[in-house]
């Protein structure tokens, strides 16, 4: 089991990281999906306690692996947020002016409905599909059309999990990294979110999380 | 059950949806009754707090909104959150239901979710008097059509599963005995006709049931009241150890996790474990090294206390209990009635909300209730080591049976199961992946 993973798509190296997310080298990128800022400020905001530090870490920890890969752009493959905005956005945006020259990128997910203004404050970039070279990002597989089998798209939305049977009935789940032959889809980074189990097919790769590691169950 | 911090939450909202409460006249009501007679000033405050601020916060980028202080008096104004919580006021937690209706139109009734998630479509199963066939769902429906298959599947529900009593355990052990003193008398006299016992002096759930005593005889073993009968049986699905104190569901599921957690120590291993009534189920990939030479160590009743501490912690007993206070106290927003879309953006399973809390806010109340709850309930220490005493002085039986036995069968098909493991996470993974690979 290693710390950190490579993984080339296209000649293209890419940086698997047990805090899910992946760093894209030659653009020295981040990509990160499901990120759900604000969830928890909206069960709060709803009555339900639940704690804030989990949103809280989830902003450290993405800090830290910016400064880690150093990266000069992120990319967000959709649910940035989680719901309306609420004051957990503040700190948010206290975040965002400490990383003032980093570049970021949204790519529309269904959680993102917060006003266009709140996204041109935060000098975020929206869009409801972004193109870089070969690669395609969208949130939603579903939504992601295949142009031409060179071509890849990175995807979020399903919250991908791997469960793993073995002798004597036993049974363990993670969050994973899946890569198929044209679509990709990252781990929920925050980790106020579940998983849904993926269904891999042979030939396709499957990155677990476990514990701080990653390791290839497919 | 003493301090139910999940239900004194629910009563303490449902006040202040009315005409609100004033703390001190409240704290003096409660600590009247019997359940809250111990509650202290410390603990009291923790509620307070967790209703009006919601535990820890980071303080300007919070809004918690739940309880308010207006004038000294605890209050809910907000329409939405009232709602809410009069729409969830219970203590009995069921599980999510989904409704069933046909592809045109009419309704049949409801069924817990579970049940339809495991069916695939084509399936038929019977609900009220009809047999159906489960086509596909959407938005918290089973849409189902008729069907003239001979064959369904019989819906279940979750509901409670009563445990035995200490008192009915007792009972059952000697009704065993005198099967199985009966059955040796038969066995020692061959050929001796006993046709007038069974018809004058057994009851008739025992003469039905005499075929399987025989087999069980036959297979195994079948123990008198002073033995402890343990099976141990090879298949391919890997190691199984069953052992039959006849205690009651709840004490087999302390007892496993104990023997369990004390088995762990002699060698890095994983086990499942599942439990009925009868006994329990050990079942792990490799050999469990159990034998005569230290059975009845594994049964001592030296180190109970620590054993029961450090085996709750290593389960997921907790999670379980868990999943009920969370609901009566607030944490899970199950839904409006009726409802056809579930308010996604407000839902976090269970097991989600026990791991955030174990992480990020371990001396949370509700999540201390849930390990209280087992220790008091599950791991009772006085009848934990009743039993274990009563083990000492009994004989313990070792079988290997060549198959199933009539015995653990029920015990080897429950699918309620937990488990325990003292190995890496990366070998079980690994491992795990070698036995797909052969």
Redesign the interface.
């Known amino acids: 089991m290693n710390a950190l993973v490579a993984y080339t798509i296209n000649e293209n190296d890419f940086v698997l990281s047990p805090e899910r997310l992946m760093y894209w080298e030659k653009q020295k990128t981040l990509i990160i999906a499901d990120l759900h800022i604000g969830k928890t400020g909206h069960f709060r905001k709803s009555g339900i306690p639940v704690p804030q530090n989990v949103f809280k870490e989830d902003l450290q920890r993405l800090f830290t692996q910016i400064l880690f890969f150093k990266a000069e752009k992120l990319i967000i493959a959709g649910d940035l947020s989680h719901s309306k905005s609420n004051k957990e956005m503040d700190l948010f945006k206290k975040w965002r002016n400490d990383l003032e020259s980093l570049e970021i990128i949204l790519v529309n997910g269904n959680h993102d409905i917060l006003e266009e203004k709140w996204y041109e404050e935060m000098r975020i970039e929206t869009k409801d599909c972004l193109d870089i070279g070969d690669f395609s990002f969208c949130h939603d597989p579903e939504d992601a059309s295949i142009k031409d089998p060179a071509h890849y798209t990175f995807c979020g939305h399903l919250h991908p999990g791997i469960s793993i049977r073995g002798r004597g009935r036993q049974f363990l789940q993670f969050p994973c990294f899946y890569f198929g032959n044209n679509i990709g889809i990252l781990p929920a980074f925050s980790r106020f979110t579940g998983c849904v189990n993926v269904d891999a097919q042979k030939g396709e790769n499957v990155f677990a999380i476990v514990d701080n590691g990653i390791m290839q169950v497919q | 059950m003493l301090l139910c911090y999940d239900v004194l939450m629910q009563w303490l909202c449902t006040l202040a949806i009315s005409d609100g409460f004033v703390a001190d006249e409240v704290f003096e009501e409660i600590k009247s009754t019997y359940c809250y007679s111990e509650i202290t000033k410390d603990e009291w405050q923790q509620i307070l707090h967790?209703l009006t601020s919601?535990?820890?916060?980071?303080q300007?980028?919070?809004?918690?909104?739940?309880v308010e202080i207006i004038d000294g008096v605890y209050r809910i104004t907000?329409r939405?959150?009232a709602m809410?919580?009069r729409l969830h006021i219970g203590t009995i937690v069921s599980e999510p239901m989904m409704k069933v209706q046909m592809l045109h139109g009419g309704f049949i009734g409801v069924i817990e979710e579970w049940f339809i998630s495991r069916l695939t479509p084509g399936e038929v199963f019977s609900l009220a008097g009809r047999k159906l066939e489960y086509v596909s769902s959407k938005d918290m429906t089973a849409y189902v059509r008729k069907s003239n298959a001979k064959k369904s599947i019989v819906p279940s529900w979750q509901g409670g599963r009563m445990p035995l009593s200490a008192n009915l355990g007792k009972k059952l052990r000697e009704t065993l005995n005198a099967v199985s003193r009966q059955s040796s008398i038969v066995n020692r006299q061959p050929g001796t006709d006993d046709s007038h016992l069974t018809s004058h002096e057994t009851p008739i759930e025992l003469a039905t049931l005499k075929p399987l005593f025989e087999l069980q005889q036959q297979l195994s073993h079948l123990p008198k009241a002073n033995e402890l009968l343990i099976e141990q049986i090879e298949t391919e699905?890997?190691?199984h150890l069953f052992v039959y104190p006849f205690e009651g569901r709840l004490v087999h599921e302390a007892m496993a996790a104990i023997l369990a957690y004390r088995i762990s120590r002699i060698t890095p291993i994983?086990?499942?474990f599942a439990m009925n009534d009868y006994g329990f189920e050990l079942?792990?990939?490799q050999p469990i090294p159990i034998d005569d030479s230290n059975v009845y160590e594994l049964f001592s009743p030296e180190n109970l206390f620590e054993d029961i501490q450090r085996s709750v912690n290593s389960t997921e007993m907790a999670k379980r209990k868990f999943r009920d206070i969370a609901t009566i106290g607030?944490?899970i927003?199950q839904g409006m009635p009726g409802e056809r879309k579930k308010a996604r953006?407000?839902q976090?399973?269970a097991?989600?909300?026990f791991n955030?809390?174990n992480?990020?806010?371990p001396h949370?109340l509700l999540l201390r209730q849930s390990y209280n709850e087992v220790f008091a309930q599950q791991m009772e220490e006085t009848r934990l080591r009743d039993m274990l005493n009563r083990i000492q002085q009994s004989k313990i039986i070792l079988t290997f049976p060549e198959r199933y036995t009539p015995f653990c069968f029920p015990i080897k098909v429950d699918s309620m199961?937990e488990?325990l493991s003292s190995e890496k996470?990366?070998d079980?993974?690994k491992?795990?992946?070698l036995?797909?690979e052969k």
């Open positions: 967790n919601g535990g820890n916060a980071l300007q980028y919070d809004e918690y909104k739940k907000k939405r959150i809410r919580h699905e890997g190691h994983t086990f499942s079942l792990s990939d607030g944490l927003f953006h407000l976090a399973s097991s989600l909300l955030v809390f992480e990020y806010e949370n199961r488990d996470l990366e079980r993974v491992k795990m992946q036995s797909l």
